[in-house]
């Protein structure tokens, strides 16, 4: 016998939650499958757990660059317990009340697809449970850590952001493969928290290629000062570890090769699609799935399958991955209540260049829209300005040593903000206003209206202006 609901959901993390909830507010019934923890990666082994490792390390860079300020050693123990308490100790009661309290069914197990509208759920006894959809599925699996190819390496059992964010003790020596996101906040926690040999391997020339180069400029500097051995134009050749949990040797292209305790790879993410039964409706497994605007997978007939989140390829940030859910999840309801396909305002359409990040590493880095180049190749005739934080009062207030730089990509020919970037201490908290702008295309001389207040690291959007011009 099957379960019959008008929409299921597989994966409930942030993203298969927010569908749910726009679903069911919508007034449909809603089943969701989750063989995991509900609340996701996210909630438990990405985004709150790595903030709060890095808060810690984040305020004791704080209080030094602060004259009359001291602050003893960080106590890693109670760092590793507050963790602890914002992953509610792995334990998803909560989320899955809460889903409950939507209200919708909570399904635990592995869910995949058998074919139209069906989602085979093989629960934890391994008995088999069969749900069907009268109006749609949606893919929310999320996304796991890519290994490198390099000999060795999978064998050796490195750490991915799932361990590293869970570590119960922190290694004296740690190896970091990569130059992304969550290698440099990995990178920066872990030595801050007593890895007293942190070394972070890159195969490119800088840290964060994918922003405004000053970016990875000025975090590169941030990791000298405190220690941290940074090779660029370098990778694991080899890596060996004869005994699990032992040491770990890491062998380069040139020179002696590396030992550490602990090797961490941080090279990106493929999406969860593995086993989650593609196949039976026409879909190749182990790759993103395509959508379009509506977040409907472009492949499926009949166009009742969606997904969301890291799964479609399209944004792999949770915030992003929550705005397609609402969009989704509202799409299905207005489709269930007959009305037509083309809804162009429930489309999501600033999952691409509208999207903001932030890298919660000292110094913060936060950027939207495009970068320079980006602009440049994408046809835009610009003009950027860039400014020196330290020379704004707010950011002078915050602590000697302060460093850190803006940067305003404009059209010219619309004079619109294409893309801001922040970096330096404290600029997480102005980024949503970069944001605003970016999206809204706020014209300059409107902005010019929008006045920071006095002293304030925001005075920064004045000083961009008037190097401008305005």
């Known amino acids: 016998m099957s379960e019959v609901f008008d929409v299921i959901v597989i994966g409930a993390g942030p993203a298969g939650e927010n569908v749910l909830d726009r679903a069911v507010r919508g007034g449909l019934t809603a089943a969701i499958v989750e063989d995991r923890l509900a609340g996701g990666e996210c909630s438990y082994w990405a985004c709150i757990p790595s903030k709060a490792l890095l808060r810690p390390v984040e305020l004791a860079g704080e209080v030094a660059r602060m004259p009359g300020m001291s602050l003893g050693p960080i106590d890693v123990d109670a760092v590793l317990a507050r963790r602890d308490e914002a992953v509610s100790h792995y334990d998803d009661a909560g989320q899955v ?4 309290g939507v209200p919708a ?4 197990g592995r869910g995949r697809l058998d074919g139209a509208k069906r989602v085979l759920v093989t629960e934890p006894d391994g008995s088999q449970r069969l749900l069907t959809a009268r109006h749609a599925v949606v893919l929310a699996t999320g996304s796991t850590a890519a290994i490198s190819p390099a000999p ?4 050796a059992a490195p750490w991915t952001s799932h361990e590293v964010t869970a570590v119960t003790s ?3 020596r740690l190896v970091v493969i990569g130059g992304g996101v969550v290698a440099c906040e990995m990178a920066q926690a872990m030595h801050g928290l007593g890895a007293r040999q942190t070394t972070v391997l890159v195969r490119g020339d800088t840290l964060l290629p994918r922003m405004e180069p000053f970016a990875g400029e000025l975090l590169a500097g941030a990791f ?3 220690g941290i051995d940074l090779r660029t134009g370098t990778e694991a050749v ?3 570890r004869p005994e699990p949990g032992g040491k770990v040797t890491v062998h380069l292209p040139d020179g002696p090769p590396v030992e550490a305790d602990e090797i961490l790879v941080a090279t990106g993410r493929r999406p969860a699609t593995e086993g989650l039964g593609l196949e039976s409706v026409g879909l190749p497994g182990g790759e993103s799935v395509e959508v379009d605007d509506s977040l409907r997978a472009t492949g499926v007939a009949e166009g009742w399958l969606y997904a969301v989140g890291d799964v479609n390829g399209r944004n792999l940030l949770t915030h992003m991955g929550k705005y397609q859910a609402r969009a989704c999840g509202d799409v299905i309801v207005a489709r269930a209540k007959g009305a037509p396909d083309d ?3 429930l489309r999501a359409t600033a999952d691409g260049y509208g999207a903001p990040q932030v890298v919660f590493t000292d110094p913060q880095i936060c950027a939207v829209g495009r970068t320079e180049e980006a602009a440049r190749r994408d046809g835009f005739r610009v003009r950027a300005v860039e400014y020196d934080l330290a020379s704004v009062s707010g950011a002078y207030l915050l602590g000697d040593g302060y460093q850190g730089r803006a940067k305003a990509v404009v059209d010219e020919d619309r004079r619109v903000l294409l893309g801001v970037t922040f970096a330096g201490q404290g600029t997480a908290e102005l980024l949503h206003a970069a944001t605003i702008a970016v999206t809204a295309e706020v014209p300059l001389e409107r902005l010019w209206h929008a006045v920071p207040s006095f002293p304030t690291v925001s005075e920064i959007w004045l000083r961009l202006l008037e190097t401008y011009g305005l």
């Open 97 to 100: 009340r809460w889903i409950e």
């Open 224 to 226: 000298a000062a405190a």
């Open 152 to 155: 060795g390496l999978r064998e």
């Open 238 to 240: 080899r890596v060996e």
């Open 105 to 108: 069914t909570f399904v635990r």
């Open 170 to 172: 922190v290694p004296g």
């Open 343 to 345: 809804l162009p305002a």
